[in-house]
């Protein structure tokens, strides 16, 4: 099984109406705690041989000695990090040190950033809830492409892309990405997720953005192909011949855990924490390897439910087909996440949804 670690030494600079990681501006972990950290979990990592990395999550440029962390975590000896190095740019634009910064990244092997768009201007200021957000997060980007850096950007689909598509167009071309990523926001059981349901797409925001797909590097059959596959209308006909029961126990082959500020490692990716392991500085390495090896892998499904708890398929049934039905989820899960938020279903997760 595959362990990830989401690892978070500082907080977000924006709080995305989307987001089930309890984005938002955090406290910061201290410096000598993250390097006891980083060379526990090493310790930890070398009773799972290539099997366990993790990820310095939010905005760990918010870290005022995020070079010196870096520079830990690219010396481990057994597990990985992997750096997903999506950018709000907040941070980073704000830092007189930006440039120092950026080569603490590139001298650790680190050359892959992106920014996500969530529309343009205020449309994206207002999905990310923090003003100027957009014009620093287009500012990062070509901050980044001046430094060498790989620049990605993820384009989140919601409804403001219908309006927007020109605009977002002419953006494409301007930074020059080198990569784009399209992504159809998923739904877990959290309660920030509710705040982004009015935001999204429906099959026919994908209609209409349907001819600018090629300019942004997207098959646009295969997308629409995608959305119409996990739109609610076809979640409605995949449960009818379908069996719940079995889907909740499928083995899940990736554990998530998360490892907050102050040092407090839970299971669970951030935001959909189940259980608390304990304050890592003082656990011993060999107890929470054993703790490890008994958990189940908790990526979907059965990890954010008691099975017991479950509605049964008449009653999923019936609130999945309460729903719109030309709203666009990214996975078939999520649908039925939304379903139980509306039966108010409850959950494993330690925060309240
Ligand atoms: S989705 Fe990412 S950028 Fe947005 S608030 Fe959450 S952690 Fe921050």
Known sequence: ????????????????????????????????????????????????????????????????????????????????????????????????DREAVIQAYLENGYIEFGITLHGVSAHHDEIVNRKGAFEKAVAAARFLSQMGCTVQISLMVNRFFAEDADQISRLIDDVKADDIYFAIPIFTPHANMMRFEPYRATLETFEAILCYLPRWNQNAEEILEKARENSVGMAEKRLESMD?????????????????????????????????????????????????????????????????????????????????????????????????????????LLSKI
């Open 1 to 96: 099984m595959e362990i990830n670690v989401d690892f978070l030494v500082s907080g977000c600079n924006t709080q995305c109406k989307h987001c089930y990681v309890n984005g938002g501006p955090g406290p910061l972990m201290r410096t000598d705690d993250a390097l006891a950290c980083i060379e526990k979990l090493d310790q930890i990592a070398a009773f799972f041989p290539n099997s366990m990395s993790f990820t310095l999550d939010h905005e760990p440029m918010n870290h005022p000695e995020i070079g010196m962390i870096l520079d830990a975590a690219s010396h481990t000896k057994h597990i990985t990090n992997f750096h997903h190095g999506m950018t709000t740019g907040l941070g980073l634009m704000a830092r007189g």
């Open 244 to 348: 719940l029961q079995s889907l909740w126990k499928e083995e899940q082959d990736t554990l998530y855990l998360s490892l907050h500020q102050d040092c407090m490692l839970y299971v669970g990716n951030s935001g959909v924490e189940t259980q608390v392991i304990g304050d890592l500085r003082e656990l011993a390495p060999e107890m929470v390897a054993d703790v490890i090896r008994n958990l189940p892998g908790n990526s979907d499904y059965g990890a954010f439910y008691d099975i017991a708890n479950l509605p049964s398929m008449a009653n999923t049934l019936e609130a999945v087909k309460a729903l719109p039905r030309n709203l666009v989820y990214g996975d078939f899960a999520s649908i039925l996440y939304r379903a139980f938020a509306d039966l108010d279903i409850p959950t494993k």
